[in-house]
């Protein structure tokens, strides 16, 4: 077994950060760095050093960089025998910049060229679903190349949990997202979903509509994301709904605790979890997240006894 596969493309992201207040119209002194991104290729490396078996399905580029992201995934522990190497622009590029507070003040996004993994993935698809325990699949990679995904899941069984980069994927894809296992968006996101009118809810008022804006979207159980405030979720085998609050934490970087709560998401459903359980396994590696340089929570800084209670009351 390959154990959890990741289907998605790999991105560079290059930040700029600050030394002293940021000032969007002049020159602001400070710091640039290159840092190994994309959502998929985050969420596979969470899952990756939180030590469970993970695959990445996705393409590489020549040159350092391609060598580069795919050795940082080898060390983590990800199996990269599914990573194809395309000739060119077969890694995305993300510019950013940060404020002097850490939060994203510009950005803009190159995505790669998705044809290699779309013929890839027609090609060899079946041979890696068939062998994943789930699925966690990325909308951003062509309508065509998703679709063939979940048609080869469903056919083999396998649950399928989305990831996004981009909010125009997300927006073109509502039937993809029926045909998943469990939503994680932010509530700006489920807004532009279903009701624009829920942009500026807390997590308690989302609380008191979320099953009925799921059930009339016909989507899957969904965790929405508050940031600092939390997380709202609806799952649609218990009937449950609640609200659960982030953890206290040190912030470092944010840029990718919403990419760690994801993967803590998905790491719970895999193991039994409730939705409610999984996602309290996702607020912990977003809070390690944020007390972290880089895109991930560090190695080995999951508490066992977390994870134990887990695997004890999430499977109820």
Request: hydrophobic letters at 40%; a negative charge.
């Amino acid at each position: 077994m390959l154990g959890t596969v990741v289907v998605g493309v790999i991105f560079t992201d290059i930040k700029g950060f600050p030394i002293s207040e940021y000032a969007p119209q002049g020159r602001t002194l400070g710091g640039v760095e290159y840092v190994h991104g994309g959502v998929s290729r985050n969420v596979a490396e969470n899952i990756a050093v939180s030590g469970l078996p993970v695959t990445f399905v996705s393409m590489t580029e020549p040159g350092g960089i391609g060598r580069e992201v795919v050795d940082r995934l080898d060390r983590c522990g990800v199996n990269t025998e599914f990573i194809l190497p395309a000739e060119q622009n077969g890694i995305g590029k993300w510019m950013v910049i940060l404020d002097e507070k850490g939060d994203i003040a510009a950005q803009i996004s190159c995505p790669p060229d998705m044809k290699p993994l779309a013929e890839f993935v027609e090609a060899y698809g079946n041979a890696f679903v068939q062998d994943a325990e789930q699925i966690i699949l990325e909308l951003d990679i062509g309508c065509e190349t998703v679709d063939r995904v979940l048609s080869l899941a469903e056919r083999h069984g396998k649950k399928v949990y989305p990831v996004v980069g981009d909010l125009k994927a997300l927006l073109s894809n509502r039937d993809m997202i029926r045909r998943t296992d469990c939503l994680v968006c932010s509530c700006e996101e489920l807004s532009a979903l279903t009701d624009p009118t829920i942009r500026s809810f807390t997590p308690q008022q989302l609380s008191e509509r979320l099953a009925e804006l799921v059930r009339s979207a016909a989507f899957p159980s969904t965790v929405v994301t508050f940031g600092a405030k939390g997380c709202v979720y609806y799952d649609k085998v218990s009937e449950r709904v609640g609200v659960i609050p982030a953890e206290e934490t040190s912030v470092v970087d944010n840029s990718g605790a919403g990419d760690a709560f994801r993967a803590g998401v998905f790491m719970g459903l895999s193991n039994g979890f409730s939705v409610e359980n999984a996602s309290r396994l996702g607020t912990r590696l977003a809070a390690l997240s944020l007390s972290s340089n880089g895109r991930c929570c560090p190695a080995n800084r999951i508490p066992d006894e977390f994870l134990r209670k887990l695997s004890m009351d999430g499977r109820k």
